[in-house]
């Protein structure tokens, strides 16, 4: 007798999980007519249409803190030449047009100043041309002549 009891609690400790969905189950004789299943919707042939990329939201500025204004990148390179050809780098005029020439000129002041020649520029090379961040030197502001550091 001991034995047939433990059949039936390790007989309804498997069947627990199933429960739930026997019980969502309904025979077929307590189905009515008037709620007939719907027939599945027939599988589209068609591509979907991409999604629209997610739109950024803007950034927001407060009063204190203006929007800094970039400068073109033809006005960056023209000023990161003139400074080269200011160090005896580059002997074209200062254009604005970063080709070869502008490369090989940055990767021999890179190899003269110890850095590694990649002719690309990074912060270490602009700081070498003197072209980095002025912390010391205050710059004025249009709107109301105080000074800030740049």
Not at 61 to 81: D, F, V
Request: aromatic share 6%; hydrophobic share 35%.
């Amino acid at each position: 007798m001991l034995n047939h009891l433990r059949i039936l609690w390790v007989v309804a400790f498997l069947l627990l999980p199933c429960l739930p969905a026997v019980a969502q189950q309904k025979p077929a004789s307590q189905s009515s007519s008037a709620t007939s299943p719907k027939p599945p919707a027939p599988k589209s042939t068609t591509t979907p249409k991409a999604t629209a990329p997610a739109r950024r939201r803007p950034v927001r500025r407060s009063a204190a803190a203006p929007a800094r204004q970039l400068r073109p990148a033809n006005e960056r390179y023209a000023e990161i030449q003139q400074a080269m050809a200011n160090a005896g780098y580059f002997s074209e005029p200062a254009n604005g047009v970063w080709g070869d020439s502008s490369v090989k000129a940055l990767q021999e002041f890179q190899g003269a100043q110890a850095l590694p020649p990649t002719g690309k520029i990074d912060a270490p090379t602009l700081i070498r041309l003197g072209l980095g961040p002025n912390y010391d030197r205050p710059q004025e502001t249009a709107s109301s002549g105080a000074t800030s550091p740049r």
